[in-house]
């Protein structure tokens, strides 16, 4: 047992307090205005965000999430909250002075409120686990800002380790193949899709994509799957500028006609199910692929809180101690 006490930080990107355009528009105002995400000059990008894009987009938005909310509140937090209790019981039975906290990149419960409970219980060390496996500038980058941020105002700021990205981590593959094997069948296509980002942010070093293709392939290699029986997209575009691809969207509406009838759909890069995966994916990709001649179409879940994802993300913290 390690007689330091550690604390803990789990980190996603974050959630709406309720699904109303209200709760939206504050939620994306934060998110939207961090310049790891949208690096557009302020001058340029804070009044058109304002005064158009956030009274739009937050009432679309808002029916999204209305779609997917549950008794439990959003499903994104209701999981990671599944993830922090599974964890922090497995590091109770195994008698590691550990305690563990989740925080969001935007939204509630927030960074500095994670932070301030890891304070109190007089934590000698925190290890920043970001749920991100692949790296990119936009997710982990932006946890390690946020959690910076927090830091600055800390005067006796604590030692700390942040884990970088996992997507070639033994358990995680491991935990991904056996999550594919329970439900992909032979007749059936897999499709492996990832957040995407601006194409502009990879040419300017973020190397996202790479992470990608390296853990798609080391699936693929324990699947023994050839190269006609899957593919790798990007989804979840947003604006004009080209992002990378191909775009999940545009792939299922052409795989049809290119003999394809059957998908399987599985989101390596979401390590809890939110909109991205159960509004985006499981319900308005399922209706395109259908209605453009598609016989059938499902969805993997995200790893979420199965008890192989929850030893991965164990190993991973044990790893730094």
Known sequence: ???????????????????????????LWQFLTDPRVV??????????????????????????YASIWTDQG???????RQQQQALQQYFDENNHNIYVEIGMTYGNPSMQSAVEKLIVQQVEKIIVLPLYPQYSS???????????NVLKEQRNMLPFDFIHSYHLNEDYISALVNSIKA????????????????????????????????????????????ENQWNLSFQSRFGREEWLQPY?????????SENIQKVV?????????????????EEENKEIFINNGGV??????????????????????????
């Not at 047992?1 to 939620?27: E, F």
């Not at 959003?74 to 990671?80: A, C, D, E, G, V």
């Not at 990879?202 to 798609?216: K, N």
């Open 138 to 148: 936009s997710t982990t980058g932006a946890v390690f800002d946020a959690f910076a």
């Open 39 to 64: 690096d557009l000059p302020r001058y340029k990008w804070w009044p058109l965000l304002k005064c158009v894009i956030l009274p739009m987009r937050s009432k679309r938005v808002a029916k999204n």
């Open 183 to 226: 439900e992909f069948k032979d007749d059936e296509f897999l499709l492996f899709s990832f957040h995407g980002i601006p194409l502009r942010y990879e040419t300017m070093g973020d190397y996202y994509r790479e992470h990608c293709r390296q853990t798609v392939i080391a699936v693929v290699d324990r699947l023994g799957l050839t």
């Open 74 to 80: 959003s499903p994104l937090l209701n999981i990671t």
């Open 265 to 281: 759909v599985i989101c390596p890069g979401f390590s809890a199910d939110c909109l991205e995966t159960l509004e985006e994916i």
């Open 248 to 256: 999940t969207d545009k792939f299922l509406e052409k795989a049809a």
């Open 296 to 321: 059938s179409y499902r969805y993997i879940p995200a790893l979420n809180a199965s008890p192989q994802h929850i030893k991965m993300m164990a190993n991973l913290i044990l790893n730094k101690l």
């Open 1 to 27: 047992m390690n007689k330091t006490k550690i604390g803990v930080l789990l980190i996603n990107l974050g959630t709406p307090d309720s699904p109303t355009p209200k709760a939206l528009s504050r939620y």
